[in-house]
């Protein structure tokens, strides 16, 4: 790594839901995400819509993150998953579910709409990816969504996006969209324990400077 310890602050956090304080509610007692008083926040106005996409989306909120971190203008989270449905970054399945968030479309579309050089990561260490943030990168990975309980076992890798912010020799601070205090906002974890979630892959996001 260039530098021991590179930290970015002030980045701003949002969780996938309207409020950070309801994400307990909602994740440990099925509580109904439109409870809470801000659910529109992110631009959704369909109440079902709203239940069905909040959950799925962790990686557009850690890009929104990312681009209010750097000042680039873009529509509410509700409107960019219009835009990122339009280039494939989320396909909706025969059985109700959906695949995504898919990082190439997500890379093709999202780079050259906001600014970004996205080098898409499908096998890579979690330190490998570390040593990529600079002054002016970012870093998503995926992780299992059980990292909001580090002290607990987990039963998977995979299948959550979370934002890397900062890391030094020993691990990484990040926010995770679905993260329940402690472990929500400017969390840091060891990479020993990070590993225990990690799922092997993941993506940067660099600000263009020129």
């Known amino acids: 790594m260039s530098e021991p310890v590179l930290r970015h602050a002030d980045v701003p956090y949002y969780t996938?839901?309207?409020?950070p304080e309801w994400v307990r509610d909602i994740v440990?007692?099925?509580?109904?995400?439109?409870?809470?008083?801000?659910?529109?926040?992110?631009?959704f106005a369909d109440p079902e819509r709203y239940r069905f996409w909040a959950q799925r989306l962790?990686?557009?909120?850690?890009?929104e993150?990312?681009?209010?971190?750097?000042?680039?203008?873009?529509?509410p989270r509700a409107a960019l998953l219009d835009d990122a449905l339009r280039h494939g970054?989320?396909?909706?399945?025969?059985?109700?579910?959906?695949?995504?968030?898919?990082?190439?479309?997500?890379?093709?579309w999202a780079g050259p709409a906001f600014g970004?050089?996205?080098?898409?990561?499908p096998q890579a260490s979690l330190e490998e990816i570390a040593a990529r943030?600079?002054?002016?990168?970012?870093?998503?990975?995926?992780?299992?969504?059980?990292?909001?309980?580090?002290?607990?076992?987990?039963q998977q890798r995979g299948g959550h996006l979370i934002?890397?912010?900062?890391?030094?020799?020993?691990?990484?601070?990040?926010?995770?969209p679905s993260g329940v205090a402690p472990h929500q906002s400017d969390v840091y974890l060891p990479f020993a324990t990070m590993s225990r979630f990690y799922a092997g892959r993941g993506m940067t996001l660099g600000r263009r400077t020129r």
């Open 133 to 154: 943030l600079d002054a002016d990168t970012l870093a998503i990975v995926s992780v299992s969504p059980e990292i909001r309980y580090p002290e607990r076992m987990n």
């Open 163 to 176: 934002l890397l912010h900062g890391r030094d020799c020993d691990g990484v601070w990040f926010h995770n």
């Open 116 to 121: 970004l050089d996205i080098d898409v990561l």
């Open 28 to 43: 440990e007692q099925q509580r109904d995400p439109c409870d809470d008083p801000h659910w529109r926040r992110s631009g």
């Open 58 to 63: 962790c990686g557009l909120t850690c890009l």
């Open 89 to 108: 970054v989320y396909r909706l399945r025969d059985d109700g579910g959906v695949d995504g968030l898919i990082y190439r479309p997500f890379a093709d």
């Open 16 to 19: 996938q839901w309207g409020s």
């Open 65 to 75: 993150s990312a681009l209010d971190y750097w000042g680039i203008d873009h529509a």
